[in-house]
């Protein structure tokens, strides 16, 4: 079965404190992998998708990174406005099934 | 580009009684996603369209779930009877390829 876990659970940042968040996951096969961010009360907003280790995409603030086992979305420079839950997701099967990851909250604060 | 269409927005339900939803997704999108996402939790997979057929509905609870996607378009997602552990957000996203899926924003179900 596959299994996705997400670390830490929540962060708490100030203001221009650049930081981390690691995914892990166990697959057989892996056909990519999803960054999603959520903010309360809404759906998650598509930010990524890594589909080989050693790929690295970045947008604005966010870097995300692919190894074998891993992967992990840099935030440089965090502002007040990126606060939400970021989820992460592996893509597996030939039906293309998403498994999600329980979230990383993240609050930055002035 | 409009994007994927929810409704309604929050439901409030007696356990035992029967709920629907609704999605139109992004148009041209021919997958079609149902999931769950139980608070604090990352969304679980219910069901997957691609047109008018099912791909995939091994997590979907068949005793009390039913979903149909008519006409490979919109789509309805049925649970009936509810219970107090069907209390959730209910997602649906679309997709075009095997790229990125596209969320609505969800339909927050309370089931007392």
Known sequence: ?110 | EAGVAQSPRYKIIEKRQSVAFWCNPISGHATLYWYQQILGQGPKLLIQFQNNGVVDDSQLPKDRFSAERLKGVDSTLKIQPAKLEDSAVYLCASSLDLGGQFFGPGTRLTVL
Request: aromatic fraction near 10%.
């Open chain 1, 1 to 110: 079965e596959d299994q996705v876990t997400q670390s830490p659970e929540a962060l708490r940042l100030q203001e221009g404190e650049s930081s981390s968040l690691n995914c892990s996951y166990t697959v057989s096969g892996l056909r990519g992998l999803f960054w999603y961010r959520q903010d309360p009360g809404k759906g998650p907003e598509f930010l990524f998708t890594l589909y080989s280790a050693g790929e690295e995409k970045e947008k604005e603030r966010l870097k995300a990174t692919l190894t074998k086992k891993e992967s992990f979305l840099h935030i440089t420079a965090p502002k007040p406005e990126d606060s939400a839950t970021y989820l992460c997701a592996v893509m597996t099967g030939t039906a293309s099934k998403l498994t999600f990851g329980t979230g990383t909250r993240l609050q930055v604060t002035l």
